[in-house]
Nanobody
Framework: QVQLVESGGGSVQAGGSLKLSCAAS?????MAWFRQAPGKEREGVAA???????TYLDSVKGRFTISKDYGERTLFLEMNSLKPEDTAIYYC????????????????????WGQGTQVTVSS
């Protein structure tokens, strides 16, 4: 079992920044951030593999950065130039299975999930 606890969500104006944190009881092969807006499906935002390779959703490339602190066992998502369409509940996820040649943004491989943290961006 891997426990994941997110923090750092909040309300900001468009153009602002937030940094999300996910305290993990252990790091796994792939770790990722997903988000789910009201009435929409959950989507992968950014993922990082144990070797440091990353994958980003096209709409957040250049604005969001995923990273890990091995000493603190914490996953981060730094979000800059936030837009109203980034408003969602953001979830941390961890997967132990090998899935493709790059860290994936698909839901299926991720076995462990945090409880989520709300991010609201106003225009």
């Amino acid at each position: 079992q891997v426990q994941l606890v997110e923090s750092g969500g909040g309300s900001v104006q468009a153009g602002g920044s937030l940094k999300l944190s996910c305290a993990a009881s252990a790091f796994t092969y792939d770790m990722a951030w997903f988000r789910q807006a009201p009435g929409k499906e959950r989507e992968g935002v950014a993922a990082i593999r144990s070797d440091g390779r990353t994958t980003y959703l096209d709409s957040v490339k250049g604005r969001f950065t995923i990273s890990k602190d091995y000493g603190e066992r914490t996953l981060f998502l730094e979000m800059n130039s936030l837009k109203p369409e980034d408003t969602a509940i953001y979830y941390c996820a961890a997967g132990t299975r090998v899935w493709g040649s790059r860290p994936t943004l698909q839901l299926v491989p991720y076995e462990y999930w945090g409880q989520g943290t709300q991010v609201t961006v106003s225009s």
